[in-house]
């Protein structure tokens, strides 16, 4: 008799680890739905998001007039000044308020007035304060070994040439072409912490670059010139990326899923 | 009813032998249910996949730019793996209706379909366009 109680309650006690299995599994099911949603949302969120980046950066590679690449030790930076904003800024409105009305998911932040692109593992900022024309360098999280600046006048003759500066062991160059063979070329070795400047005149107008604690700029006031700025800064280990400070924001509706991002353009 | 009580233990172990058969049969179904929800699972988060991919590739090799069909679908049937249809309806101000390009022309049953949106920019002629395409894939 003991044995067939012994025999009963072991089959019960199957019975029933068997059936917490089935619920188990049942339940697993259940939530795969849910989780198909999820990944799903997560998707269409790193489809907008990549995309609109894409097209962003095709717009401001069209549009902005500028070249921008950055390796691991040096970012260049080619412009022309003064700065198209106006085209750059019709462009991106238009995908902007495109996007926005297709997809009532996607929010796109305006063109700041002052296009800043930042050198991410670098901690360079370049900054346009485009009224006036001058575009500034200036570090964030490291410190920059030199900077160089190459400036096209477009043939108006360059009248003189000076700079100030505390002899120190940073590199800081500026070369400058005008017309009728007219040059300035100044590589200065600076102190860092001190100030330093090089003004370059053109008869009525001139133009200054200023530096001041690893940060630089280039005053270009009322001249229009082209100008390639190369920043060289300590091995990154890995390929910088620049990123135009603005923010795109896309929300899916139903899931706790937002993203808010930079704008990557190279 | 005697012979029965005379074997009560006989009686105990069938019933739960059936019991165990019974909640088996219950464990066997629920496994079936739960091993063929994750394979639909699988298939339907690779189908997204594939749809993301294809698109993004068009987009990147410049196939969308140029908003024409055919070039379209040609170059959705050459990445898109054979035991998938696709469809793409392509929303650009640079046409005034929406292109559609998909590898079957109908749905001929009811099968799951996955979506996504990508946002692009055409550039033709110098002109850019703000464009954005739908694309839906589905197992043949």
Redesign the interface.
Known sequence: MKKAVFFTLSLTMFAFIVLSLSFIFAGNAATDDARFMELASINRIYDLDTSLQNSFSKIFSLDSEMTYTASTTEAIFQQKIPFNFTRLNNSFNNLRNFAIYNDKNVQVGLLPNNVSLRVSQAGIVNWQNISKNITEFMRTNSTPKSYSFIIDFFEINITSCSSSSASGNFSFSVAATGGNGTSCNQTLSINPLQDASVEISLGTKSLTVLFSNYSASVNARDNKVALTSRINYADTGVKPKIFLESKINITVPGLIAKKYGDLRIA | MIILIDK??FV??LD??V??VL??I??M???F??LK??E??IV??QM??VG?DI??VL??DGTLDTLDPLQIKSGIEEILPISYNMRMLI?S?ASSSIIIVETESAQTNKKFI?A??????A?QGGN?Y???VTYEVWPK
């Open positions: 009560k233990g105990l172990s739960a032998a019991a165990v909640v088996t219950i464990l179904g629920s496994a249910f739960f929800t994750n639909t699972f339907n988060m997204l996949r993301s698109t993004a987009q990147a929303n101000t996955v996504g949106k990508r946002f692009f920019y550039v850019a703000p464009s954005a």
